[in-house]
Structures are given as C-alpha cells and as structure tokens.
C-alpha cells in the first residue's frame, strides 16, 4: 500500500488496503490538496508509475493534466473533479478526456466521482475520487458514430425507454427529405417508420420487447405528404448505456418506378399492338402463339383459339425448312426482316408475304414479335407487269430510246443486284452488239446492219448474256445503261425495216 497522510486514521487505512485491488482509480486528497493515496488502477489510468507523478497537489496535477469535456471544451480549474470536491460539490459520472504534458501520445478517456471522508465529529478530513477508464468503450462508440453517420445505408436510432429518436444519419435525411431537427427527440409515433406493413403489429410487439424486427416492406411517410416504398428493419442495439433500436432501410422506390414505368410501357405496347393495321403476332421462343391482333385474324383467318397449340405457327408456313431456320436465328437474338415467306390461311389460301420479326421481354418473359405484311396482291400486279413488258419488249422498234429505259428500268430496277462483270470482258463484236441492243434493234435488224448471219448475231447475243448473268434483253439494256453503254443511232437501214 502506498505511502498514506497522517490525517488519515488506522480505520481509513484498512479501508484503503480493501479498495487498492479495485478495477476503479481512487485517489485521495486531504483538505490542503495534497494528492495523499492512489491506487495502482489510478496510477495506470494517469500513466504514471509513482504516487509523485500525479502531480503532488490538485494544482500539480492541473498543470501535468489537461482535461475536456467531451465536446472538445477545457475545463476550467474550479471545474476539474479534484477541485468540485474539495469544495464540496457532490457530482458523479462526470466524463472528460485526460492528456498529459509530458506524454504527446497518452490520451484516456475517465469517468469520474467524487466522495468527502468525515471524521466521527462529522469533519471533513479528505475527498476521494473514484475513477474509471471508459476509454476503450467510448471509443468504440465513436467509432460507431462515425460509421452510423458516414454508412450511405438510410438509418435511426430509436430509445425503447421512452421511444424517442435520439440518431440518424445522412442517409435517411437524404433518402426521406426530412432534416435531422425534424427527427431527433420526435417520438415514434410523430414519425412512423414502420408505416402500413402487413407484419406491422409483430414489429409492434418485437419493438416493445426489444427484439429483432425481420425485414418488411413498407411505406413510410414524407414531409411533402407522400409516401416512400422501403424495406425496413429492426436490431436492437446499447447506445451510451441506453437500450435502443436501430432501424435500417432500403429504398424500393427505384424499383417501384421502374415497375411502374414498364407497366405504362406494357399497356402502350398491348395498345399499339391491338390497333396496328398490319398483321402481328407474339410468341414463344418456341412458337407457341401468346397474343395476335385484329388485323392478323382478318388477313390469316386464324384466331388465338386457333393457333393455342404448341408451335402453331409452323402450320401456317408452307416452307418448313425456313421456318425453322428462322425461328433459330431469332432464338440466338438477331432480328429478321422482311424475309419472303408463303402463309397458308385458315381457309387454305395461300398468301406471299413479307415477314419481320424481334426477339422481345415482355413481363420478363423472351417473346418473339412479328410483323406480317400481305403482298400477294403487289406480286400478282408485278408479274403481270412484267409479262407486259416481256411482251413490249420483243418489238422495241415503236418505242423511243428514252421509253425502252424507262420499261427497263421497271422491269430491273436500279437497286437489283446486277452482274460483277466489267465491259473489258467483252469483244469489240460483242460491245458493238450491246450498243445496237441498247437502241432497240431486234437480232434480225442487227445482222442487217453488221452485214452478217441472223445466226452469228444470235451466237453473240447468247455469249453477252452469259458474261453479263442475264437471262433477257431488257435486263442487258438496265447493265449497260448502269455503265454508259447507250449505243449510237439507228441507220436508216435499220429504221426502215423496223418500219415494216
């Protein structure tokens, strides 16, 4: 046992041999403010291994420690625990942070009390401070404060005892609106953050016996007056000694929006596709017919009723190898367009038709969307088109070089895929041909002119066709005028027999 001053009895010694193996500091002072006994517990909580290095006196002590109260703020002289008690000022739990001015790295954080020795007489012969280091536990709680107000995960700290906020952190201000004097000591009940979830009387029942509250969704109410769709939980945690619950959200609203954005989507799709004039269908990935609209009934004959079998859309097309193989690029994700197709209707007719398709999600489920254009009507016109023009074409002599263009041009458009042969392919015979092909002489008028057999120029005309991988005089004419080949004038010659 340390060295103790002689204004302390025998009595108070023995009590001092009881208390020095006690996890509290106790520190002893007489009424001239001499530092008279410490522990050893004291002596390590000061870093300080003899009973001098506390300072001596209460003013020694002042200038060797520095204290502060929690929020950074130094005490004053007359506000340090050694001085309230000599004076007289009963305190306890008074918290304040002890550095050293001669150890730069020594910092402890002490709970302190204070207690006056009296004599028999009812004399004061001394103060006793009773000390214990929290250090490690408040600064676990700061530690805990800084990652509960720095944690972008929205959260509050509600008080069981009285049900009152006493944290909340940045990210329920930012998730909410709220600001953070709106929160604080607000009750419960002014805030409800538990709002109109189904589980909502279990979290009631768990919230007042202090035990965990499971994940739920809810809707918890805004400063503006709406709403905000969360999912919430409850822990129940000690803050400062305090039992708590600390609630925790996720903000679902994102994901309502969403939801909420695809069902407007879904309903705008589900019109469009109604009312769209041309044929569509929606399907599996494997065919099987979901959806078709107006239009597809009237062009097809074919209801939903009628197609609900498993891969009915393979009996409408009369080519089941293509078919198939456009199903199988569809299912690798690769849209298809305007592949020629021939469609058999409910009553056995048979339609040309232009098919168009897209892989889609619709309610998370893979779809494939198609398009069907009807151009039966188009082909029958083009080819009876064309068999006029075959027929114009077997006497151009009564036509006009610009009128034989113009037919060819319809019979080949410019945009048809033509030959990849070049004109250095050609003979000098076989160019000087293709000119007076150009003007609209027939074979018979080309031997005249050439002076040569109606059968060379044949022989030649069959060699062009071939170089050039075409299989009529018109789509020879489309090649050449693609090339500048025009030919020259007809000589009289030819004109008057091609006016005979």
């Given amino acids: 046992m340390k060295q103790i001053s002689s204004v302390f009895t025998t009595e108070h010694g023995h009590l001092l041999e009881i208390i020095d193996g006690l996890i509290e500091g106790i520190i002893l002072l007489d009424m001239n403010r001499h530092i ?19 300072g001596g006196t209460a003013s020694g002590y002042r200038k060797r420690y520095t204290l502060r109260y929690r929020n950074q703020r130094k005490l004053l002289a007359g506000q340090y625990p050694m001085y309230r008690a000599l004076a007289g000022d009963a305190f306890k739990d008074m918290v304040v942070e002890v550095t050293c001015s001669h150890d730069p790295d ?36 700061e530690r ?6 720095t944690n972008p995960a929205p959260a509050v700290i509600c008080s069981l005892e009285d049900r009152r906020y006493v944290k909340v952190n940045q990210g329920f201000l930012q998730m909410t609106g709220y600001e953070r004097q709106d929160i604080l000591d607000h009750c419960f009940d002014e805030i409800d953050i538990l709002g109109d979830a189904s589980e909502r ?22 400063p503006d007056g709406t709403d905000k769709l969360v999912v919430v939980a409850g822990q129940p945690i000690e803050v400062g000694e305090a039992e708590c619950m600390l609630f925790t959200f996720n903000d679902l609203e994102p994901r309502r929006k969403a939801e ?22 929606l399907s599996t990935l494997q065919g099987s017919v979901l959806e078709v609209n107006d239009a597809f009934v009237d062009t097809t004959g074919y209801t939903l009723d009628a197609l609900g079998e498993e891969n009915a859309l393979a009996g409408l097309s009369t080519e089941s190898g293509l078919y198939e193989a456009t199903l199988a690029t569809l299912k690798e994700g690769t849209g298809v367009r305007n592949r020629d197709f021939r469609l058999r209707t409910h009553g056995g007719q048979l339609l040309d038709c232009l098919v168009s398709a897209e892989p889609v999600v619709i309610e998370d489920r893979p779809c494939i969307l198609g398009v069907i254009q009807d151009i039966t009507e188009r082909k029958r016109s083009e080819t009876e088109l064309m068999a006029a023009i075959e027929a114009v074409m ?64 044949r022989n030649h005309v069959a060699s062009l066709y071939s170089k050039l991988q075409v299989h009529r005089r ?27």
């Fill in 106 to 141: 020594f910092y402890r954080v002490h709970q302190a009390r204070g207690l006056v020795l009296n004599q028999a007489q009812g004399k004061p012969v001394g103060v006793v401070l009773v000390l214990l280091d929290v250090t490690e536990r408040y600064s676990a709680e």
């Fill in 394 to 457: 077997q006497d151009t002599s009564w036509f006009s070089q610009t009128v034989i263009e113009k037919l060819a041009q319809i019979r080949q458009p410019h945009d048809a895929p033509s030959s990849n042969s070049l004109l250095a392919d050609l003979t000098p015979r076989e160019r000087e041909i293709l000119g007076l092909i150009c003007q609209g002489l027939s074979d018979l008028d080309i031997a005249r002119t050439l002076s040569v057999s109606h059968h060379t120029v």
């Fill in 260 to 281: 909420s954005a695809l069902r407007y989507s879904e309903e705008r799709f589900s019109k469009a596709f109604r009312l769209a004039p041309v044929p569509m269908v």
């Fill in 144 to 149: 805990f404060e800084k990652t509960f107000s």
């Fill in 474 to 500: 018109s789509a020879a004419i489309v090649w050449a005028r693609e090339r500048g080949v025009v030919g020259h004038e007809k000589s009289p010659r030819a004109k008057r027999s091609g006016s005979r």
């Fill in 201 to 222: 009387q279990s979290a009631e029942e768990r919230l007042a016996e202090g035990r965990t509250i499971s994940q739920m969704e809810t809707c918890i109410p805004l």
């Fill in 36 to 54: 008279a006994w410490a522990n050893d517990t004291a002596l390590s909580m000061h870093g300080a291994a003899e009973l001098s290095e506390l």
